[in-house]
C-alpha cells in the first residue's frame, strides 16, 4: 500500500481565483492520478501526471484549467484555474501499484468555490 | 456512456438485512476492484478479484467476478451500520488508467 498526504483537505474559495492542491506519497511512483468527484457522484479521472514529462489529460480536461506538476517521483500538484462555482468538487489524487492498477488515494480536497 | 454499470445506484436497508450490488459491462477485464469510501475521505480498496468465476470473501462481504469477466457483485450478509458508505467498482479497460462505476450510496438503518 501507499500512504498518501493531500493538502488542503478543503477550502472555499471566491470565483475567478485559482487554487492549488498538493499530493504528498511515501514512496517513489511512476504514475500519479488525480481526480474530481462532483457531488454525490463517481470519480472522474482529470489527468495523469508523469516525473519528466507533461501530464496526460482526460477527454473535457485541459491544461490552461487544470495545471498539473510532478516535480519527483513522491509529489504532485493540482491547480484548478479561474474557479467558478461548477469546479465546487472533491479532488482525488492517487497511486497505484502496477499489478491489477489497484489505485491508493489521498483524504481527498473539498472545494467549494462562491 | 458509462463503461461500468452500477446498481442500484442507492440503497437504504435496516440492519440485519441481505444486499447485493451489481457492476456490470460490455468490456472484458483483466481485474475487477471494489472501493468503499466514507464521507471526508477516499476511496480505499476493499478487494481484487482476477480470474473469472473467482469468488472472494471479507468476513461478511462477499465478492464474485463473472465467468466472461464482464461483471462482478457484491453481496453484504446481515448488514450493520458500519457498511454504510459509497461503494465504488471499477476496472483496467486495458489503458492503464481505472475507470469507476457510478457508485453504489448503502445507507444500513439501524
Known amino acids: 500500500s501507499a500512504v498518501i498526504s493531500q493538502k488542503p483537505s478543503r477550502d472555499i474559495c471566491q470565483r475567478g481565483t485559482s487554487l492549488t492542491i498538493q499530493c504528498q506519497v511515501d514512496s517513489q511512483v511512476t504514475m500519479m492520478f488525480w481526480y474530481r468527484q462532483q457531488p454525490g457522484q463517481s470519480l472522474t479521472l482529470i489527468a495523469t501526471?508523469?516525473?519528466?514529462?507533461?501530464?496526460?489529460?482526460e477527454s473535457g480536461f485541459v491544461i490552461d484549467k487544470f495545471p498539473i506538476s510532478r516535480p519527483n517521483l513522491t509529489f504532485s500538484t493540482l491547480t484548478v484555474s479561474n474557479m467558478s462555482p461548477e469546479d465546487s468538487s472533491i479532488y482525488l489524487c492517487?497511486?497505484?501499484?502496477?499489478?491489477?492498477?489497484?489505485?491508493?488515494f489521498g483524504q481527498g480536497t473539498r472545494l467549494t468555490v462562491v | 456512456t458509462q463503461l461500468l454499470e452500477q446498481s442500484p445506484q442507492f440503497l437504504s436497508i435496516q440492519e440485519g438485512e441481505n444486499l447485493t450490488v451489481y457492476c456490470n459491462s460490455s468490456s472484458v477485464f483483466s481485474s475487477l476492484q471494489w472501493y468503499r469510501q466514507e464521507p471526508g475521505e477516499g476511496p480505499v480498496l476493499l478487494v481484487t478479484?482476477?480470474?473469472?468465476?473467482e469468488v472472494k470473501k471479507l468476513k461478511r462481504l462477499t465478492f464474485q467476478f463473472g465467468d466472461a469477466r464482464k461483471d462482478s457483485s457484491l453481496h453484504i450478509t446481515a448488514a450493520q451500520p458500519g457498511d454504510t458508505g459509497l461503494y465504488l467498482c471499477?476496472?483496467?479497460?486495458?489503458?492503464?488508467?481505472?475507470?469507476f462505476g457510478q457508485g453504489t450510496r448503502l445507507t444500513i438503518n439501524p
Open positions: 471499477a476496472g483496467d479497460p486495458g489503458a492503464q488508467k481505472l475507470v
Open positions: 501526471a508523469n516525473q519528466g514529462s507533461e501530464a496526460t489529460y
Open positions: 492517487s497511486v497505484e501499484r502496477a499489478l491489477n492498477t489497484e489505485a491508493f
Open positions: 478479484v482476477v480470474t473469472g468465476g
